[in-house]
């Protein structure tokens, strides 16, 4: 209740309704909105900038994203090829050989959602039919002509991510007059070339790509003015775990250093209702986003509950 200059009582607007979502896949749908889901890294790589080699053979990924599902992540990203910064690209084949077996194995004692985070589009088939939902793709569909058609025939969403450049070229001197801004018209041209292509936009989740192609105040910027991506009518997938634009901020930790500083920015993305987020540490961030959530909702904004 608010009151009006002449002492009056009026009621308050009620807040908008909570955003939902439902993604077709070829292993069934994939509902969205309503509270923050928790997307698990299993890094089947030697060489990402967090977890690499921790989890590069087939039974440690495995044990690594049963282990995820069972302190609460609601589906699985499994990736073959880093792109942490200055990475150098793995060859299809070395990548089709890291996450196939794992995917295989992961979908058959799971039931959560499975992404695979490739940029190839035989490495999307392979995974694919080993029992993946989905595809993240850094690069949002640019990389490989043949990722999008692919997609588009098996029914299959696509995570169409925001990056300049590629993993090797990307943090050499990005500059942004308004980051927010760019990026959404950026995201925006994106969507529609993928629609010319033939992919259902009602199949794409966006990200805006935290840590690809941005300086640390970009990055925080993201953060800041989640809100703004919402103009592009999509459900949102965030991943700040652990990355490097925590560090000046943390007197220039390592990653190891950065949980903490992983879930205040995982608290924001809950709060602003973000529907996804992408983070190596379930068991911290389940409750970080269920704190954030309910605070949020709390604060008159269910989308967040």
Do not use: C
């Amino acid at each position: 209740m608010g009151a009006t200059p002449g002492g009056l009582a009026r009621e308050s607007a009620p807040p908008p309704p909570a955003p939902t979502w439902s993604l077709s896949t070829p292993r069934g749908p994939i509902e969205l909105g309503g509270r923050t889901r928790l997307l698990g890294v299993v890094n089947v790589t030697p060489d990402s900038f967090f977890d690499g080699g921790r989890s590069f053979g087939v039974d440690e990924a495995v044990a690594l994203g049963e282990r995820l599902v069972a302190e609460g992540a609601d589906a699985l990203d499994v990736g073959g090829e880093s792109t942490r910064p200055g990475a150098d690209p793995v060859a299809e084949t070395e990548e089709r050989r890291r996450v196939v077996p794992v995917i295989e194995r992961l979908a058959r004692s799971l039931a959560v959602p499975i992404s695979v985070d490739t940029r190839k589009s035989e490495v999307a088939r392979a995974a694919l039919d080993a029992g993946a939902w989905l595809v993240n793709d850094v690069s949002g569909g640019r990389d490989d002509p043949g990722l999008v058609p692919l997609l588009a025939r098996r029914g299959a969403p696509l995570v169409v991510n925001h990056m300049r450049g590629d993993p090797r070229t990307m943090q050499r001197d990005p500059r942004y007059g308004d980051p927010l801004a760019e990026i959404v018209e950026e995201l925006r041209s994106r969507l529609a070339d993928l629609a010319s292509r033939g992919l259902d936009p009602a199949s794409t989740l966006v990200d805006p790509g935290i840590g690809f192609g941005k300086r640390a105040e970009d990055n925080l910027a993201i953060l800041g003015r989640l809100g703004e991506l919402r103009a592009l009518a999509r459900p949102i997938l965030l991943g700040p775990s652990r990355k490097s634009f925590l560090a000046p901020i943390l007197e220039g930790r390592a990653p190891e250093g950065r949980l903490f500083g992983t879930a205040a920015a995982v608290a924001a993305a809950a709060a602003a209702g973000v529907e996804v987020v992408r983070v190596h540490d379930v068991a911290a961030m389940r409750d970080v986003v269920a704190v954030a959530s309910a605070i949020a909702a709390a604060g008159g904004r269910p989308w967040a509950r």
